[in-house]
Protein backbone atom coordinates (compact mmCIF):
# COMPACT_ATOMS: atom_id res chain seq x y z
CA UNK A 1 0.00 0.00 0.00
CA UNK A 2 1.38 3.15 -1.06
CA UNK A 3 1.36 6.32 1.55
CA UNK A 4 1.19 9.88 0.67
CA UNK A 5 1.60 12.21 3.62
CA UNK A 6 0.17 15.98 2.33
CA UNK A 7 0.50 19.45 3.81
CA UNK A 8 4.05 18.88 4.99
CA UNK A 9 6.15 22.20 6.03
CA UNK A 10 8.70 21.48 7.39
CA UNK A 11 11.59 19.40 7.48
CA UNK A 12 11.64 17.44 11.03
CA UNK A 13 7.89 16.36 9.84
CA UNK A 14 9.30 15.04 6.11
CA UNK A 15 12.13 13.02 7.66
CA UNK A 16 9.62 11.39 10.44
CA UNK A 17 7.17 10.69 7.80
CA UNK A 18 10.21 8.82 5.74
CA UNK A 19 11.63 6.96 8.66
CA UNK A 20 8.20 5.75 8.87
CA UNK A 21 7.72 4.43 5.26
CA UNK A 22 6.00 7.03 3.43
CA UNK A 23 6.46 6.91 -0.09
CA UNK A 24 5.57 10.56 -1.30
CA UNK A 25 4.93 13.82 0.26
CA UNK A 26 2.67 16.25 -0.23
CA UNK A 27 3.52 20.16 -0.21
CA UNK A 28 0.72 22.45 -0.70
CA UNK A 29 1.69 25.57 -3.10
CA UNK A 30 -1.66 27.14 -2.71
CA UNK A 31 -1.71 30.64 -0.88
CA UNK A 32 -4.63 30.31 0.32
CA UNK A 33 -4.41 27.00 2.37
CA UNK A 34 -3.53 27.37 6.21
CA UNK A 35 -0.35 24.63 5.27
CA UNK A 36 0.78 27.04 2.38
CA UNK A 37 4.21 26.54 1.46
CA UNK A 38 6.63 28.64 -0.78
CA UNK A 39 8.05 27.19 -3.78
CA UNK A 40 11.69 28.38 -2.42
CA UNK A 41 11.05 27.23 0.93
CA UNK A 42 9.96 23.36 -1.10
CA UNK A 43 12.74 23.65 -3.13
CA UNK A 44 15.02 23.46 0.10
CA UNK A 45 13.47 21.17 1.80
CA UNK A 46 13.11 18.65 -1.01
CA UNK A 47 17.35 19.19 -1.61
CA UNK A 48 17.62 17.60 2.24
CA UNK A 49 15.07 14.74 1.28
CA UNK A 50 16.98 11.41 0.63
CA UNK A 51 16.80 9.94 -2.67
CA UNK A 52 13.75 7.81 -3.96
CA UNK A 53 11.02 9.48 -2.15
CA UNK A 54 8.41 11.19 -4.21
CA UNK A 55 7.42 14.57 -3.73
CA UNK A 56 4.04 16.14 -5.27
CA UNK A 57 3.26 19.63 -5.44
CA UNK A 58 -0.24 20.51 -4.91
CA UNK A 59 -2.03 23.60 -6.99
CA UNK A 60 -5.33 24.58 -7.06
CA UNK A 61 -4.92 27.54 -10.32
CA UNK A 62 -2.41 28.15 -12.94
CA UNK A 63 -1.93 28.40 -16.17
CA UNK A 64 0.72 26.24 -18.41
CA UNK A 65 3.05 29.30 -18.03
CA UNK A 66 2.52 29.04 -14.10
CA UNK A 67 3.70 25.20 -14.20
CA UNK A 68 6.11 25.54 -16.06
CA UNK A 69 7.37 28.47 -14.00
CA UNK A 70 6.96 26.51 -11.20
CA UNK A 71 8.72 23.33 -12.64
CA UNK A 72 12.03 25.21 -13.22
CA UNK A 73 11.68 26.86 -9.91
CA UNK A 74 11.08 23.50 -7.73
CA UNK A 75 11.89 19.75 -8.44
CA UNK A 76 8.89 18.05 -7.71
CA UNK A 77 8.38 14.58 -9.42
CA UNK A 78 4.39 15.12 -9.49
CA UNK A 79 1.91 17.89 -10.06
CA UNK A 80 -1.55 17.06 -7.72
CA UNK A 81 -4.26 19.31 -10.27
CA UNK A 82 -6.91 20.17 -7.48
CA UNK A 83 -9.39 22.36 -8.82
CA UNK A 84 -10.78 23.23 -12.20
CA UNK A 85 -8.40 22.94 -14.72
CA UNK A 86 -8.51 23.04 -18.31
CA UNK A 87 -8.07 19.64 -20.09
CA UNK A 88 -5.09 21.57 -22.40
CA UNK A 89 -3.33 22.83 -18.95
CA UNK A 90 -3.56 19.36 -17.01
CA UNK A 91 -2.44 17.39 -20.71
CA UNK A 92 1.08 18.42 -21.04
CA UNK A 93 1.98 16.93 -17.68
CA UNK A 94 -0.29 14.16 -17.97
CA UNK A 95 3.27 11.98 -17.30
CA UNK A 96 3.52 13.33 -14.19
CA UNK A 97 -0.26 14.34 -12.96
CA UNK A 98 -2.45 13.15 -9.60
CA UNK A 99 -5.84 14.64 -11.08
CA UNK A 100 -8.40 15.13 -8.21
CA UNK A 101 -12.08 14.21 -7.89
CA UNK A 102 -14.11 16.08 -4.89
CA UNK A 103 -16.21 13.47 -4.05
CA UNK A 104 -20.20 14.45 -2.58
CA UNK A 105 -22.10 11.71 -4.09
CA UNK A 106 -22.39 9.29 -6.91
CA UNK A 107 -23.24 12.18 -9.49
CA UNK A 108 -19.50 13.23 -8.75
CA UNK A 109 -18.18 10.49 -10.64
CA UNK A 110 -21.17 11.03 -13.22
CA UNK A 111 -20.04 14.51 -14.06
CA UNK A 112 -16.27 13.88 -14.46
CA UNK A 113 -14.67 13.46 -17.28
CA UNK A 114 -11.61 10.95 -17.40
CA UNK A 115 -8.21 13.02 -18.33
CA UNK A 116 -4.94 10.70 -19.17
CA UNK A 117 -3.01 11.10 -15.88
CA UNK A 118 -0.67 8.92 -13.25
CA UNK A 119 -3.40 8.52 -10.85
CA UNK A 120 -6.77 10.03 -10.06
CA UNK A 121 -7.47 11.22 -5.71
CA UNK A 122 -10.58 11.03 -4.58
CA UNK A 123 -11.07 13.49 -1.71
CA UNK A 124 -14.22 14.91 0.19
CA UNK A 125 -15.97 17.68 -1.27
CA UNK A 126 -16.65 20.75 0.75
CA UNK A 127 -17.14 24.25 -0.17
CA UNK A 128 -15.60 26.26 2.46
CA UNK A 129 -11.92 24.06 2.03
CA UNK A 130 -10.46 23.05 -1.39
CA UNK A 131 -8.71 20.15 1.45
CA UNK A 132 -7.57 18.94 3.86
CA UNK A 133 -11.03 19.17 6.07
CA UNK A 134 -10.69 15.80 7.83
CA UNK A 135 -14.43 15.09 6.27
CA UNK A 136 -14.65 11.68 5.12
CA UNK A 137 -17.30 10.88 2.06
CA UNK A 138 -19.35 7.50 1.40
CA UNK A 139 -16.21 5.07 0.40
CA UNK A 140 -18.44 2.71 -1.40
CA UNK A 141 -18.46 5.71 -4.18
CA UNK A 142 -14.60 5.10 -4.77
CA UNK A 143 -15.29 1.67 -5.86
CA UNK A 144 -16.68 2.22 -9.18
CA UNK A 145 -13.73 5.47 -9.71
CA UNK A 146 -11.53 2.15 -9.77
CA UNK A 147 -12.12 1.60 -13.76
CA UNK A 148 -10.63 5.24 -14.46
CA UNK A 149 -7.03 3.72 -13.32
CA UNK A 150 -5.23 3.85 -10.24
CA UNK A 151 -6.80 5.71 -7.29
CA UNK A 152 -5.41 7.19 -4.26
CA UNK A 153 -8.23 7.80 -1.60
CA UNK A 154 -8.27 10.64 0.65
CA UNK A 155 -10.57 12.96 2.76
CA UNK A 156 -11.22 12.43 6.82
CA UNK A 157 -8.41 9.31 6.90
CA UNK A 158 -6.85 8.94 10.25
CA UNK A 159 -5.23 5.91 12.36
CA UNK A 160 -8.21 4.54 13.23
CA UNK A 161 -10.05 4.37 10.17
CA UNK A 162 -7.28 4.06 7.66
CA UNK A 163 -7.36 0.54 7.47
CA UNK A 164 -11.40 -0.48 7.09
CA UNK A 165 -10.66 2.47 4.24
CA UNK A 166 -8.26 0.09 2.59
CA UNK A 167 -10.23 -3.35 3.00
CA UNK A 168 -12.95 -2.10 1.29
CA UNK A 169 -11.54 -0.04 -1.55
CA UNK A 170 -8.48 -1.78 -2.06
CA UNK A 171 -6.74 1.63 -3.74
CA UNK A 172 -3.50 2.50 -5.16
CA UNK A 173 -3.00 4.39 -2.35
CA UNK A 174 -3.96 6.62 0.60
CA UNK A 175 -3.00 10.08 1.14
CA UNK A 176 -3.59 12.00 4.87
CA UNK A 177 -2.90 15.26 5.78
CA UNK A 178 -5.38 16.87 8.75
CA UNK A 179 -5.59 13.30 10.05
CA UNK A 180 -2.03 13.07 11.76
CA UNK A 181 -1.67 16.64 13.07
CA UNK A 182 -1.49 18.35 16.00
CA UNK A 183 -2.38 21.88 14.21
CA UNK A 184 -3.02 22.69 10.73
CA UNK A 185 0.75 22.29 9.18
CA UNK A 186 2.49 20.58 12.30
CA UNK A 187 2.44 16.47 12.26
CA UNK A 188 1.68 14.80 15.81
CA UNK A 189 5.00 11.88 15.27
CA UNK A 190 2.89 8.98 17.00
CA UNK A 191 -0.02 9.51 14.65
CA UNK A 192 2.27 9.89 11.71
CA UNK A 193 3.84 5.95 12.76
CA UNK A 194 0.75 4.98 13.32
CA UNK A 195 -1.23 5.55 10.33
CA UNK A 196 1.64 4.72 8.23
CA UNK A 197 2.21 1.15 9.86
CA UNK A 198 -1.84 0.44 10.05
CA UNK A 199 -1.85 1.12 6.21
CA UNK A 200 1.13 -0.61 5.32
CA UNK A 201 -0.49 -3.62 6.87
CA UNK A 202 -3.63 -3.29 6.08
CA UNK A 203 -4.26 -5.83 3.36
Not at 117 to 140: E, H, N
Request: proline share 6%; with cysteine; hydrophobic share 40%.
Amino acid sequence: MHVKICGITNLEDALAAIENGADALGFILAPESSRYVPIQTVSRLISKLPPFVTTVGVITSGNLEDIHALLDECPIDRIQFHGHFPLGTIQPFSDRAIQVIRMKDATSLEQFRPIPVRAYLLDTLDDAVAGGSGQSFDWDLALPAKRLGKIILAGGLHPENVKEAIQRVQPYGVDVSSGVESRPGKKDADKLKAFIQTAKEAL
